[in-house]
Structures are given as structure tokens and as C-alpha cells.
């Protein structure tokens, strides 16, 4: 993977809709990451990891990584980041430290907790979803889940809906009630 001019900085994630989640949650804290060396890089999944870690960690072009990924997915970013030499028996404090974040679920339930069901109802509204999202509220599947599990889960039925919602869903955030993982990826970058 040949880096751009300038990159010192390589952010993993797992895929397009994290990438935009963070890059605009730097551009509403007036961060320019292109400018500061900082690239984020969305993998296609975080089995992927391990290649990447190949590829720009201490063993290939040896640049400073960050990481996010959801927490299904934590065991994925240990054991390569492991094998890559950066430490062994990695607990989730091991992690950020070396500046991989795990979302509790994934980083749309970061949002939604951090956003309140009725905020991420004012996004997909803004997005034109919002009777779509009724009509799968009445789903007999979803019907007696909790709102918030049905958001996240309509979130991901549509292909594109993630990658369509990540930016004005990061927009709608009070800046104090950033969810940790992004919060404290962007502070160690």
C-alpha cells in the first residue's frame, strides 16, 4: 500500500463509514488530519488488519498506526497487533495506549447512545428515511426491541445507509458528548 507524500500518521478502520465519522468529527474541531501527516484508511473489514499491519507497521514502511474497530471485532486488532510486535496479552487498556479504539458495540451504537434515539431520528428524517424507518419499526422482528437497537439495526439494512448517515449524524453531536472511542482516538492523533 503506497502512502501518500506526507503521511506519517496511518488511522485503521474498519470500513467507509468510520472513515467519514472520524474525518468529520476532525474537521468540526477545526483539524485538518491530510495537513498533519494523518491519513485514515478504511480496510473492507477488519479481518483485513493483519495485512495492513504488515504492510505500514514495524516490520514494512513503519509508521505511527491508530485503529477503531467494534468490539465483536477487538480479537482481530489483538492478535495482529501482536503478531506485528506490538505487545503481547493485550488487554483493551493495551490497546489504547497503543492508540486502537473499540467501539462497546460498533461505532453507530456509539453515536445513537450519544445522540439520544430521538437525535438519530432527526438525521434520518434529514436524510429523507425517516418512513422507511417506521415501517420497519413495525417489522414483527423488531417491533418489541428497543428503539435504539432498532435505529442501529436499520442503520445497516440499506446498502450505503451507514456510509450515507456517518457525516450528518457526526454533525448533529454535541461536541462534549463525543463518543470515548472517537474522543480518544482523535486526542492520541
Same mark, same amino acid.
Request: include cysteine; hydrophobic fraction near 40%.
Given at each position: 500500500?503506497?502512502?501518500?507524500?506526507?503521511?506519517?500518521?496511518?488511522?485503521?478502520?474498519?470500513?467507509?463509514?468510520?472513515?467519514?465519522?472520524?474525518?468529520?468529527? +476532525?474537521?468540526?474541531?477545526?483539524? #485538518? $488530519?491530510? @495537513?498533519? /501527516?494523518?491519513? %485514515?484508511?478504511?480496510?473492507?473489514?477488519?479481518?483485513?488488519?493483519?495485512?495492513?499491519?504488515?504492510?505500514?507497521?514495524?516490520?514494512?514502511?513503519?509508521?505511527?498506526?491508530?485503529?477503531?474497530?467494534?468490539?465483536?471485532?477487538?480479537?482481530?486488532?489483538?492478535?495482529?497487533?501482536?503478531?506485528?510486535?506490538?505487545? +503481547?496479552?493485550?488487554?483493551?487498556? #493495551? $490497546?489504547? @495506549?497503543? /492508540?486502537?479504539? %473499540?467501539?462497546?458495540?460498533?461505532?453507530e451504537d456509539e453515536l445513537i447512545r450519544s445522540l439520544g434515539a430521538a437525535g438519530v431520528e432527526e438525521v434520518v428524517d434529514a436524510?429523507?428515511?425517516?418512513?422507511?424507518?417506521?415501517?420497519?419499526?413495525?417489522?414483527?422482528?423488531?417491533?418489541?426491541?428497543?428503539?435504539?437497537?432498532?435505529?442501529?439495526?436499520?442503520?445497516?439494512?440499506?446498502?450505503?445507509?451507514?456510509?450515507?448517515?456517518?457525516?450528518?449524524?457526526?454533525?448533529?453531536?454535541?461536541?462534549?458528548?463525543?463518543?470515548r472511542p472517537l474522543d480518544g482516538l482523535l486526542a492520541h492523533v
Amino acid at each position: 500500500m503506497p502512502l501518500d507524500h506526507g503521511v506519517s500518521t496511518v488511522v485503521l478502520v474498519e470500513g467507509i463509514s468510520d472513515q467519514l465519522a472520524v474525518e468529520r468529527l +476532525a474537521r468540526r474541531r477545526g483539524r #485538518d $488530519l491530510r @495537513a498533519e /501527516g494523518v491519513s %485514515v484508511v478504511p480496510m473492507g473489514g477488519a479481518q483485513a488488519v493483519g495485512g495492513f499491519l504488515d504492510r505500514l507497521g514495524p516490520h514494512g514502511l513503519d509508521v505511527r498506526l491508530a485503529g477503531l474497530c467494534d468490539s465483536a471485532e477487538q480479537g482481530h486488532f489483538q492478535r495482529a497487533l501482536e503478531r506485528a510486535g506490538l505487545g +503481547a496479552n493485550l488487554a483493551r487498556c #493495551d $490497546l489504547e @495506549a497503543l /492508540g486502537f479504539y %473499540v467501539c462497546v458495540l460498533d461505532l453507530e451504537d456509539e453515536l445513537i447512545r450519544s445522540l439520544g434515539a430521538a437525535g438519530v431520528e432527526e438525521v434520518v428524517d434529514a436524510l429523507g428515511d425517516l418512513e422507511a424507518f417506521r415501517t420497519f419499526q413495525k417489522q414483527p422482528a423488531w417491533r418489541e426491541r428497543t428503539t435504539e437497537e432498532q435505529l442501529r439495526r436499520f442503520l445497516g439494512t440499506h446498502r450505503g445507509r451507514k456510509i450515507r448517515s456517518a457525516a450528518p449524524l457526526v454533525d448533529a453531536l454535541d461536541l462534549t458528548r463525543v463518543p470515548r472511542p472517537l474522543d480518544g482516538l482523535l486526542a492520541h492523533v
